[in-house]
């Protein structure tokens, strides 16, 4: 029986480009156009999920997070600005060096560690854990997400972003984001691994995951940016409870 959710040959991949993490104009320059509405969204929610107050500059003070897939840091770093205690894991040890240095550089306070979830050594029982990007990177999705549930708190909240398994994300994710545009560099994505949102619920339900609620996630070429959207039939975000 597989026990291991690290894909090799993904890790080597971003292992490559881990240099880049932080150029905005770089290989994850996709990724830094992403980043607002991502930070966003998760910011909003765990606020209104966890009833938190919003009148400091820090409103996700105590909250623990779990960044899965951290890579450099993109998501960990804006997470702690806003006060939330965050440990960043990645299967990816040149991920994790760029991102501790880029957080002792900024004087953050994050704790960094080259792992995956399965193989995460912690007592911490997380509020919130983030699963951005990664889910269509990971070998095994099933032990995956059980080793997600077992690291999240009872009403816990899981943030899963990836890409529907439809035509319209082969051509637009694949073919035109990697081929014709060239916004990813060729092969960053298999089609194959992509996730439709009805087999993520049906899946997050055997580990006692409860949908909250799903967005469609939208990029205008006019405005340079990503919008929230009803639209699902490319990029997608949910926020799930663990029961």
Do not use: Q
């Amino acid at each position: 029986m597989k026990t291991n959710t690290i894909n090799k040959k993904e890790i080597e991949k971003f292992s490559k480009m881990a240099e880049e993490w932080w150029d905005p104009t770089g290989k994850f320059k996709p990724l830094h156009k992403f980043n607002p509405i991502r930070i966003s969204y998760i910011k909003n929610n765990i606020i209104s999920s966890f009833k938190l107050d919003t009148s400091g500059n820090k409103p996700l003070k105590k909250v623990k997070i779990l960044d899965i897939g951290c890579g450099g840091g993109l998501l960990s770093e804006p997470m702690s600005r806003l006060g939330a205690e965050v440990i960043g894991i990645d299967a990816s040890n040149k991920n994790i060096n760029v991102a501790k240095l880029h957080a002792k550089k900024n004087n953050l306070d994050i704790k960094y560690i080259c792992s995956s979830p399965e193989n995460l050594n912690t007592k911490i029982k997380f509020d919130v854990i983030l699963n951005m990007e990664i889910i269509e990177h990971v070998e095994d999705v099933k032990i995956f997400l059980e080793s997600c549930s077992k690291l999240l708190k009872k009403n816990g909240i899981m943030f899963v972003a990836t890409l529907n398994k439809t035509l319209k994300s082969y051509l637009f994710a694949i073919i035109g984001a990697e081929y014709v545009l060239r916004w990813l560099p060729i092969g960053t994505h298999e089609w194959e691994k992509f996730v439709k949102p009805e087999d993520l619920i049906k899946l997050l339900k055997k580990y006692n995951f409860s949908l909250d609620s799903l967005d469609g996630m939208k990029f205008n070429i006019i405005k340079d940016e990503w919008k929230l959207s009803s639209d699902k039939s490319i990029n997608y975000i949910g926020k799930f409870i663990k029961n």
